[in-house]
């Protein structure tokens, strides 16, 4: 079954697997070694895990008959991230919790939840106060900053793509002192270099993941935008939602500085 409401799991779960990366990192964080015995390829954060839990496929691309063989008591997935049929059939068979996080408040409260979930509220409740006053830095801090650049982020590359003004990570770059020249766009729409010129974009975040964008792809874009500044951006730290948030306000107030 799907839950939804933490209250609807009455036992702590011992058994759990996650199939969203940010999520896998969080249950580290919230100290679930024992009982989070299966994570997706993508799930590299903490790297001993990779190594050590059962990886049960993709993100995209679950191996359910595996996920059935570890008898999970929770799988814990995302409604971008992985595919609506594929976690419908494993909550045929298993508890499975959804999050849906589109802005840092959302994000908080899976925290909230994930803590509730799996008995370790005290934790999640210390670690979402931490994160939430880290956040109120950064924004002190960017009242002081110069005007916010108009900003493109591509997460894609042919056809590029970048994030719409309803996604996580256009939230983070707000809350990073950017704005978002592609806003008034949904989710993750495909864009032209001739529309990054009409934007008049004065920087352009080319994200480490999912696609892998390095020094050649600047060296090309460069080419087509001049007066464009073009940087890499760590993409973790724009789309990941979970305990990575301890390190965001940190790594955007020094790209903030570093332009």
Same mark, same amino acid.
């Given at each position: 079954m799907i839950l939804h409401t933490t209250s609807a799991f009455g036992a702590i779960p011992k058994r759990i697997i996650s199939l969203v990366p940010s999520q896998t990192e969080l249950l580290h964080y919230l100290g679930l070694e024992q009982e989070t015995i299966g994570i997706t390829k993508f799930c590299v954060h903490p790297r001993e895990w990779l190594h050590k839990k059962t990886r049960v496929g993709g993100t995209k691309a679950v191996n359910i008959n595996l996920v059935h063989e570890l008898q999970p008591d929770l799988i814990i997935a995302n409604k971008e991230e992985n595919v609506k049929e594929q976690v419908e059939e494993l909550a045929k068979d298993h508890a499975v919790w959804v999050t849906d996080v589109n802005n840092l408040e959302e994000a908080l409260e899976m925290i909230k939840d994930i803590g509730d979930l799996t008995g370790k509220s005290k934790q999640a409740f210390l670690l979402l106060n931490e994160i939430n006053d880290r956040f109120t830095w950064l *924004?002190?801090?960017?009242?002081? =900053?110069?005007?916010?650049?108009?900003?493109?982020?591509?997460i894609w590359r042919? #056809? %590029?793509?970048?994030?719409?003004?309803?996604?996580?990570i256009n939230d983070m770059l707000l809350k990073c002192g950017f704005i978002n020249a592609f806003s008034d766009k949904k989710?993750?729409?495909?864009? *032209?270099?001739?529309?990054?010129? =009409?934007?008049?974009?004065?920087?352009?975040?080319?994200?480490?993941?999912?696609? #892998? %964008?390095?020094?050649?792809?600047?060296?090309?874009?460069?080419?087509?935008?001049?007066g464009c500044k073009i940087i890499l951006a760590d993409g973790e730290m724009f789309s990941w939602y979970g305990s990575r948030l301890l390190l965001a306000p940190d790594y955007f107030r020094e790209l903030h500085l570093s332009l």
């Open positions: *924004s002190s801090q960017q009242q002081t =900053t110069n005007p916010k650049p108009k900003t493109a982020y591509l042919d #056809p %590029f793509m970048t994030v719409g003004g309803d996604t996580f989710r993750y729409p495909e864009i *032209s270099t001739a529309e990054l010129k =009409t934007a008049n974009c004065k920087l352009l975040l080319l994200s480490s993941e999912p696609y #892998p %964008f390095k020094q050649k792809h600047i060296d090309e874009l460069g080419a087509q935008l001049p």
